[in-house]
């Protein structure tokens, strides 16, 4: 069955540093989200992409933050200067539509040191 | 804002038995989709509802939507040790004010002994 994929599993930085998650969504999905999980709260949604724009973004995702989809398969999460609290468990999911069932990959553990 | 309240947090369950977990919100949504999470992992979709009043089996897991799209509950029958994980509910707005944004619970961590 067709996943998306996400790299690296863990990202060990320091503070201050830019860090860049990648996600290889399905390959015929053409919207994509990034959502973070702190430990022990609840997975909160950061933003949405379609058509090389982002559609939507929360609160969350201030101008530290940035999306891209440099080719045909790739959709990075860009954070330009990390800070402590940008700790946490990072998800990349992909759909076929708005209204379709989103599909998660495994995350990749952020650690700001 | 859109909020989900999932209870119970958490559930600890001899094999055998039934349970259910329930996702309430103030707000309708679109449609309410469940997922697992093992350890590790990110979570898996285990079905969606769309329609009010909607009931889906998966096994023996059933899923609820309530008529009004503002709730939801997963019942399972015959728990065994399998089912042990954190289930998830997420609300989706797509087609409303939002574009694909997931809503989630704080998640049921549910622990079937044998």
């Known amino acids: 069955e067709p996943e998306v994929t996400q790299t690296p599993s863990h990202q060990v930085t320091q503070m201050g540093q830019e860090v860049i998650l990648r996600c290889v969504p399905i390959?015929?999905?053409?919207?994509f989200y990034w959502y973070r999980q702190i430990l022990g709260q609840k997975v909160e949604f950061l933003v949405s992409?379609?058509?090389?724009?982002?559609?939507?973004k929360s609160e969350i995702f201030d101008d530290q933050f940035s999306v891209e989809r440099p080719d045909g398969s790739n959709f990075t999460l860009k954070i330009r200067s990390t800070k402590l609290e940008d700790s946490a468990m990072y998800f990349c999911?992909?759909?076929?539509?708005?209204?379709?069932?989103?599909?998660f990959g495994d995350g990749t553990r952020l650690s700001i040191l | 804002t859109q909020l989900l309240e999932q209870s119970p947090q958490f559930l600890s369950i001899q094999e055998g038995e039934n349970l259910t977990v329930y996702c309430n919100s103030s707000?309708?949504?679109?449609?309410l989709q469940w997922y697992r999470q093992e350890p590790g992992e990110g979570p898996v979709l285990l079905v969606t509802?769309?329609?009010?009043?909607e009931v889906k089996k998966l096994k023996r897991l059933t899923f609820q939507f309530g008529d009004a799209r503002k709730d939801s509950s997963l019942h399972i029958t015959a728990a065994q040790p399998g089912d042990t994980g954190l289930y998830l509910c997420?609300?989706?707005?797509?087609?409303?004010?939002?574009?694909?944004?997931?809503?989630f619970g704080q998640g049921t961590i549910l622990t079937v002994h044998p």
């Open positions: 509802v769309v329609t009010g009043g």
């Open positions: 999911a992909s759909s076929g539509g708005w209204h379709q069932p989103q599909h």
């Open positions: 992409f379609y058509n090389n724009e982002i559609s939507e």
């Open positions: 707000s309708v949504f679109s449609s």
């Open positions: 997420a609300g989706d707005n797509a087609g409303g004010t939002s574009y694909g944004k997931l809503t």
């Open positions: 390959s015929n999905h053409l919207y």
